[in-house]
């Protein structure tokens, strides 16, 4: 069974924190995302990666950056957390391929920054 | 940048009522998916369609690919309380390779006993 996993359900920080959030998939994919989820705005693309190492920008890069050393694991980080990134964070996978194909979801972090 | 816009934003109906939900863009899609999250879980595809003029059913849900490959529409049947969550809209990001997606913003469904 396909499954992704994220390394907290509910996370509360303080601003300047540095914060880590942490993705892992079973499912030998290529390609990771990071989303951030808020109310009327749908999902918006932070980080994406399509191969160990190799990363690319997203619509909202700002504030954020990204690992992946391990081709499973994709991990986000804000260097100094502050309040306007509350917010739910969902990791992503796809395999490999041209177009639009099935992201795997996993079940979210929740990231209240006081 | 191709955008998805989903209406309504918001749906409040009964146990039993029939609903549609709206996905439109200026752009063409190679294909769009559709995608259901629960409360406190990442979405879940339903579908994707392909081809211009398609539908697809999956028990009450019915889903329709625009002729054009413009919009899609979502159309539920005898809507029972199971049905509520978020229901996405999704097409590949143009230009791109990887798998990127572009979303819409949303429906949220509640249906109530």
């Known amino acids: 069974d396909v499954k992704v996993t994220q390394s907290s359900r509910y996370l509360v920080k303080r601003t300047g924190e540095k914060v880590f959030l942490e993705c892992v998939q079973d499912?030998?994919?290529?390609?990771m995302f990071w989303y951030r989820q808020d109310p009327g705005l749908g999902l918006r693309l932070i980080y994406f990666?399509?191969?160990?190492?190799?990363?690319e920008k997203g619509d909202i890069p700002e504030g954020y950056s990204v690992s992946r050393e391990k081709k499973e694991r994709f991990s986000l980080i804000l260097e100094s957390a502050s309040t306007n990134q509350t917010s739910m964070y969902l990791c992503?996978?796809?395999?490999?391929?041209?177009?639009?194909?099935?992201?795997?979801f996993g079940p979210g972090t929740r990231l209240t920054v006081t | 940048t191709q955008l998805l816009e989903q209406s309504p934003q918001f749906l409040s109906i009964q146990e039993g009522e029939n609903l549609t939900v709206y996905c439109n863009s200026s752009?063409?899609?190679?294909?769009l998916q559709w995608y259901r999250q629960e409360p406190g879980e990442g979405p879940v595809l339903l579908v994707t369609?392909?081809?211009?003029?398609e539908v697809k059913k999956l028990k009450r849900l019915t889903f329709q690919f625009g002729d054009a490959r413009k919009d899609s529409s979502l159309h539920i049947t005898a809507a029972q309380p199971g049905d509520t969550g978020l229901y996405l809209c999704?097409?590949?990001?143009?230009?791109?390779?990887?798998?990127?997606?572009?979303f819409g913003q949303g429906t949220i469904l509640t249906v109530h006993p």
């Open positions: 990666s399509y191969d160990v190492k190799m990363k």
């Open positions: 992503a996978s796809s395999p490999e391929t041209r177009g639009g194909t099935e992201q795997y």
């Open positions: 999704a097409g590949p990001a143009g230009g791109t390779s990887y798998g990127k997606l572009t």
């Open positions: 369609v392909v081809t211009g003029g």
């Open positions: 752009s063409v899609f190679s294909s």
């Open positions: 499912m030998d994919h290529e390609n």
